[in-house]
């Protein structure tokens, strides 16, 4: 077994590249009066979802896991809905919108695989769960 962290998983690498580029190189490109609209939602969205797989990801239960990869994969898909639309509106190129599509589909694959992965895992069959007194760690087996 090899034990791996949260920065460890793929999911999360994915997901936080993702939200990274969209804040470092979407949202300066959306126009002033988008500021309190569709920048906030976009910024909401991509950042909801790293967050909600770290949240899956110190769930003790399989169900509760499930549930936020769940919520992240709707926040994945609402900013790509964003994105698009950043797009139709010509705020973002078609580069930019190619760079985050591609990001986008890794991260729903790895997404799905790792609810499915959490589904047929149930609590604790093929991750055992260790407290620490300063956090919890998950062993993933290869």
């Known amino acids: 077994m090899k034990k791996h962290g949260l920065k460890d ?12 580029f969209v804040c470092r190189e979407v949202l300066p490109l959306l126009p002033p009066e988008e ?8 910024r909401r969205s991509v950042q909801s979802v790293p967050a909600n797989i770290a949240e899956a ?25 964003h994105l698009i639309l950043d797009k139709d509106l010509e705020y973002i190129s078609s ?11 890794e991260t729903a694959r790895l997404l799905n695989g790792y609810i499915e992965y959490l589904k047929q895992s149930k609590e604790g069959e093929k991750r055992n769960k260790i407290m620490d007194a300063d956090f919890q760690e998950i062993y993933v087996s290869s």
């Open 95 to 105: 580069e930019i919108l190619a760079v985050c599509t591609e990001i986008y589909r």
């Open 35 to 42: 500021k309190y609209v569709l920048d906030q939602q976009l």
């Open 57 to 81: 990801y110190g769930r003790y239960t399989f169900q509760e896991g499930v549930r936020f990869s769940y919520i992240a994969r709707g926040s994945l898909e609402e900013t790509y809905s």
């Open 9 to 20: 998983l793929l999911v999360w690498q994915k997901a936080n590249e993702l939200a990274v």
